[in-house]
């Protein structure tokens, strides 16, 4: 598997292995969310020789230069990646459920949210699966998400000001 051309030079996944603890790796088996490879202070204790669906990752923190040492997945508690329409997932830990909403990273999170309005784009956050939508103008909590439901927006206009609002949807054939 080939690094890929943007990952910024000097960042390292060293002993953080955030991405182990919030997603499901699928071929690997795991002990209350940490993956057994999983090694505190150390990290991953087989990176070298870690499977492709692992060596495939990698968080924004990685791929972004702006993003500080405070933004590294073991310091702040929360991996950042994009969805396919290129907004702004945030995956937390469990352990610490409201580290997003602290300094900086509520404030940095808002402002993202307003700078990715006009491209319809927007911040969303996942505490396991309970799913908040931060857009432009407001913090959405649609509660429990996961794949029997899909995401949707309605618009709602304040003067000239459209003004998106995020709702959840039963898809087909769920079970209710
Ligand atoms: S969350 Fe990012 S920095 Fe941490 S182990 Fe995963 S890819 Fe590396
Ligand atoms: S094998 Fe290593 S990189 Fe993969 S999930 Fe486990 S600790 Fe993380």
Redesign the pocket.
Known sequence: MNTPANLVSG????T?????KVYDFVDLRKKKGWCENFKTGI??SIYAERPDSCRA???N??LIEALGPEW???ICKF?MTYDPSRSILVQVDTSYPTAWRAKPYYEALREWAVRLKSEKRFIFVFVGKNFTVLTAEAEYDLGLFDSSYELKFKTEFKGPVAIDIPYKHKKEGSPV
Not at 11 to 14: M, Q, T
Not at 16 to 20: F, N, Q, S
């Open positions: 960042k390292e996944c060293g953080c292995a955030m991405c182990c990290g991953c990752f990698y968080c923190w990685m590294k997945p073991n991996v």
